[in-house]
């Protein structure tokens, strides 16, 4: 268990939905990210957050957003979901930014968009 | 951040030592070599990370060569909990993001 949890497990939701994706972070964690895992294209980047500040972007859709709350927990935003947006979406922790900085991976919530 | 390079498959047998090779030729002065690992579909599990010296913690040692260009990940007694893919990640200081490449599915057989 890394501590990272992460809600819902499972969101089955139709195309043109918006769904909400719930992250808390380890305890003293101040850095979230936000990783997606699709079958063709691996698992990627999509932003980060360090202390309620948006720190990074990758490669996140103009659909997608997030926030950090004052609470340290995490949401993404998934909005015009199309059938491409099925995947894993993972939130990690880390307690600083930095190369030096190990990241704690959640257990994922898996959406299905049909 | 520099790129690794990984076999795509490894086969390992149980209660024998798992080394699972990387290449990262490119790497810089101020970049990390981290490993982690996922199991089927759950979320990637951190192993170790070193910068220059070689490292050890409960689950596996980390051998870096003194050129930093390659490194290798051991795990001393695979046992087949320890089937999963593993991924090389190299990341700078001040890097944010881990980029995931296709990592080593190791099978780990009785």
């Known amino acids: 268990d890394s501590g990272v949890t992460q809600t819902p497990k499972h969101l089955i939701t139709a195309t043109g939905q918006r769904v909400t994706l719930r992250c808390s972070p380890r305890?003293?964690?101040?850095?979230v990210y936000w990783y997606q895992q699709s079958l063709d294209q691996g698992l990627q980047f999509l932003i980060q957050?360090?202390?309620?500040?948006?720190?990074a972007k990758g490669n996140i859709l103009e659909r997608f957003s997030a926030q950090q709350f004052p609470d340290l927990h995490s949401e993404l935003n998934l909005s015009s979901l199309e059938l491409g947006d099925s995947a894993l979406y993972f939130c990690?922790?880390?307690?600083?930014?930095?190369?030096?900085?190990?990241?704690?991976f959640g257990p994922g919530t898996r959406l299905t968009v049909t | 951040d520099a790129k690794t390079t990984q076999p795509p498959s490894m086969d390992c047998a149980e209660g024998r030592a798992a080394n699972l090779p990387c290449n990262h030729s490119t790497i810089s002065g101020n970049e990390y070599v981290y490993w982690y690992r996922q199991i089927h579909s759950q979320g990637p599990q951190y192993i170790i990370h070193g910068l220059k010296n070689n490292e050890t913690n409960e689950m596996a040692s980390l051998i870096i060569t003194e050129d930093r260009k390659s490194s290798t990940l051991i795990l001393p007694h695979a046992t087949l909990r320890d089937t999963a893919v593993y991924y090389c990640?190299?990341?700078?200081?001040?890097?944010?993001?881990?980029?995931f490449g296709g990592g080593t599915r190791l099978m780990v057989k009785p």
């Open positions: 990690a922790s880390s307690v600083d930014v930095g190369g030096m900085y190990e990241q704690y």
């Open positions: 990640i190299v990341r700078s200081n001040a890097g944010n993001m881990l980029t």
């Open positions: 305890s003293g964690d101040l850095s």
């Open positions: 957050y360090y202390n309620g500040e948006e720190r």
